[in-house]
């Protein structure tokens, strides 16, 4: 007797993960994101460790998970142009425009997909959009900044809170040492004129909005199976 129940989002983030194998290039190396949709396509990979020299990672939680399977991580500064970056987002539009940075790597994500030719977006379909901003947008700060911040999106509308450590310590703290503010009630109609404004204001590291290093595919994981969208 065969199941027709759904698959769960577990399962479609394997799937993804598994679909982006398609997009790596044999004999180059690859940029590898950060996130749960990420580490399925980071286990998938292993299975083409021979044929790659290895990888530029987005986060030290990547690099641990690619040296653990024996995919060789390279310094950003060490290699040139790379052939394509894989990431997963947190929404992504018609436009293949996203929103990055719920797990904290937007800024070395951001630096990983500029140095890339190509971006492939991989999740499921929860993350597909009309408009962006019903997720928080993530932007990576200095700290002494924060307040001056969240007063500056509060003029634009939205509501600006500093991400705190799960652990209860007090703000996370980036891999780059720095603090996140998550920017609530804001829909980006505009992603590249957003993202080159907020990129502007002094104290902000990084917006989470990837509007000028967008995605050229996405392989969404939707009931039907792995949708591919080209932008």
């Known amino acids: 007797m065969t199941s027709n129940a759904p698959l769960t989002q577990d399962q479609l983030k394997a799937l993804v993960g598994r679909a982006a194998l398609a997009y790596v290039v044999p004999g180059e190396i690859l940029g590898v994101g950060t996130g749960s949709t990420v580490n399925c396509f980071i286990d998938a990979l292993a299975e083409m460790r021979d044929q790659i020299p290895g990888a530029v990672s987005s986060s030290e939680a990547s690099t641990a998970r690619l040296k653990a ?3 060789p991580v390279f310094d950003a500064n060490a290699v040139g142009e790379l052939a394509v970056y894989v990431d997963g987002a947190d929404e992504i539009d018609g436009q293949g425009h996203m929103v990055k940075g719920g797990g904290a790597a937007l800024t ?22 009309p408009v962006l901003g019903r997720f928080p947008i993530p932007v990576e700060v200095v700290p002494m900044s924060a307040q001056q911040l969240v007063r500056r999106f509060a003029a634009m509308g939205g509501q600006a809170t500093l991400r705190q450590a799960k652990d209860g310590s007090g703000p996370l703290v980036t891999d780059n040492g720095q603090h996140i503010l998550d920017v609530a009630g804001l829909a980006i109609a505009d992603p590249l004129g957003f993202e080159t404004q907020v990129s502007q204001w002094p104290g902000v590291v990084t917006v989470g909005v990837f509007a000028h290093q967008r995605a050229q595919v996405c392989l969404l994981g939707t009931p039907e199976g792995v949708q591919t969208l080209t932008f």
């Open 69 to 71: 399977l024996g995919i």
């Open 108 to 129: 070395r994500e951001k630096i990983v997909a500029a140095q890339s030719r190509r971006f492939v977006c991989i999740a499921d379909a929860s993350k597909k959009v």
